[in-house]
């Protein structure tokens, strides 16, 4: 599993820069923050050979002349200087394109998405390190943010690690999931719809205002849940489906599909996070083994867009068999059959992970529990309802609308990622957020990739021989080698291959880089 967090940014005080061309300074900056751009990734180019964001998991593929232009994600995007002036920003070299991508040596990506800066994290294989790389990326986020501050001449970006800019704008929070892929598609979607639909109310960020533009008055669950038009679909940018049906596997096709999951927030609260992908890699094991709770909503898009304007959970929703139920009732359907999943099959054989089961199913039920009773009391673990109960004091103390200006501040304050400005960071600060993994483990994620998946190799290539990698990709590493008039390009197509325990010893026996691909492939052109 893994997550992708594009940011928020802004630039106070200049309109000069557009939004592109401001998020190529966030990558740049990184890159210059690591002192050493090859070895840390910044020479890296993605390897877009065997990207397909038009396969459709239903079993066709969409026209190319059809799709968004945000769909075609298989080329790399390019911001020139000649663009920039066109933006009223300052012209250079017009012929020099700026650098939109970095793999970092902690086996991530961070690239320009379209209009936001992209944080792609390694694979790992269970919901605890899920929390930990994401975690990461916000300090890779920071770290490059406070370069820029630095840097005479350009001009402050803030970042925020939210989802709509609350004018009818929204981006994305993705999460992905590695499933069989002999699994039915159409069991991923019945099995999956009516979790979504209700998932926001342990994992949704808070949002202040109702409707896309947040226009309407109030307070909702889920940042994201007003943008979703359809239940089933391919795009990501527009009419967003609560299923996306990508097919784009980054992997060994014929084995496995890549769940890719666009319904959720964008959290910094650790338990909201863990929740989100604890929770969804359990269901998505009850479906693989048939065990998945079997329920329809009458209106699974509307029904989304209830629950998240309903924060004191006492509305009733309409199933397809005409009965009435809340979304807590919808929770407690998937937890208990979740635990009859753990109990049948025993705990360490969930896609959970191993040893992780137990605890997710406890913490589950606790917040499920917490919420049915007073949903106020789960301040210091939800993110929704930690931001909701600082807004409510604020509101109290100032007597504030939900519609005064300032409220809308604290909204966009709490995402901040700056730990002197961010409100989240503030609680945390002071010990009202509870923590799932350690500060420590977060800053060592920043650099070192997790040793249980591909990302390991990945991450080791560019800390050794980032010079000599020109290239990379989930699912590929591509060397230069002086010796050699062809690029070699190693495959990593099985995520669970190219671990520490498979591949640490070629890294600690060879440090040159002849010798290690002389290692490494031995008439192979696959990572062990």
């Not at 700026?98 to 320009?112: F, I, K, S, T």
């Not at 840097?151 to 989802?163: A, E, F, V, W």
């Not at 009732?329 to 937890?335: E, I, S």
Request: glycine letters at 8%; aromatic letters at 8%.
């Amino acid at each position: 599993m893994g997550a992708e967090t594009e940011y928020g940014i802004h630039a106070p005080g200049t309109e000069q820069f557009n939004a592109t061309w401001l998020s190529t300074q966030v990558v740049n900056a990184y890159s210059r923050e690591t002192s050493h751009r090859a070895s840390a990734g910044g020479e890296t180019r993605w390897d877009y050979t065997d990207e397909d964001p038009l396969a459709d998991a239903r079993g066709w593929s969409m026209p190319r002349a059809a799709a968004h232009p945000s769909q075609l994600t298989d080329v790399e995007q390019e911001l020139t200087a000649a663009q920039i002036a066109l933006e009223g920003g300052e012209s250079g070299d017009a012929t020099v394109p700026l650098m939109m991508n970095m793999v970092l040596g902690n086996g991530a990506r961070l690239y320009v998405d379209h209009a936001h800066p992209e944080y792609s994290s390694p694979e790992v294989t269970n919901p605890l390190d899920a929390v930990r790389w994401d975690a990461a990326g916000d300090l890779v986020a920071l770290a490059a943010v406070r370069r820029i501050a630095a840097t005479p001449g350009l001009p402050d970006i803030n970042l925020y690690k939210n989802n709509t800019d609350n004018k009818s704008v929204s981006y994305g929070s993705h999460e992905n999931y590695l499933m069989p892929r002999s699994v039915p598609f159409r069991n991923i979607v019945s099995g999956l719809t009516p979790f979504f639909v209700t998932r926001a109310i342990m994992c949704g960020a808070g949002r202040v205002g109702i409707g896309q533009d947040g226009s309407g008055l109030g307070f909702q669950i889920s940042q994201r849940a007003d943008f979703f038009e359809a239940e089933v679909g391919l795009e990501t940018t527009i009419r967003r489906p609560i299923i996306n049906t990508r097919d784009e596997p980054h992997a060994v096709a014929e084995k496995y599909r890549r769940l890719h999951v666009i319904v959720g927030d964008a959290n910094l609260s650790q338990v909201s996070n863990y929740l989100k992908f604890g929770t969804t890699a359990m269901v998505l094991d009850m479906i693989e083994h048939g065990s998945a709770p079997e329920l329809e909503f009458a209106d699974p898009v509307a029904t989304l867009r209830d629950i998240s304007h309903d924060w004191e959970l006492q509305g009733k929703h309409r199933l397809a068999d005409g009965t009435q139920v809340s979304a807590l009732d919808v929770q407690w359907r998937y937890l208990d059959a979740a635990k009859a999943h753990a109990a049948a099959r025993g705990s360490s054989h969930t896609n959970t992970g191993d040893g992780h089961t137990a605890a997710l199913l406890a913490k589950w039920e606790e917040v499920l529990t917490g919420l049915g009773r007073d949903p106020m009391s789960l301040a210091g673990q939800l993110e929704w309802v930690a931001k909701l109960n600082l807004l409510q004091q604020y509101r109290a103390r100032d007597s504030m609308a939900w519609d005064d200006p300032r409220i809308g501040l604290i909204d966009l304050q709490w995402s901040d990622i700056r730990p002197e400005k961010g409100l989240y960071y503030k609680l945390l600060q002071h010990g009202r957020m509870q923590r799932v993994v350690s500060d420590e483990s977060i800053a060592a994620a920043v650099h070192n990739p997790p040793a249980d998946t591909r990302a390991y190799f990945r991450g080791r290539c560019i800390q050794e021989f980032g010079a000599n990698v020109v290239g990379a990709s989930w699912d590929s590493v591509i060397f230069e080698l002086p010796t050699l008039r062809r690029l070699q390009r190693v495959s990593t197509k099985e995520p669970l291959r190219g671990t520490a325990e498979l591949t640490g010893r070629l890294f600690e026996e060879h440090h040159d880089l002849q010798g290690f691909m002389a290692a490494l492939l031995a008439g192979s052109a696959e990572v062990p």
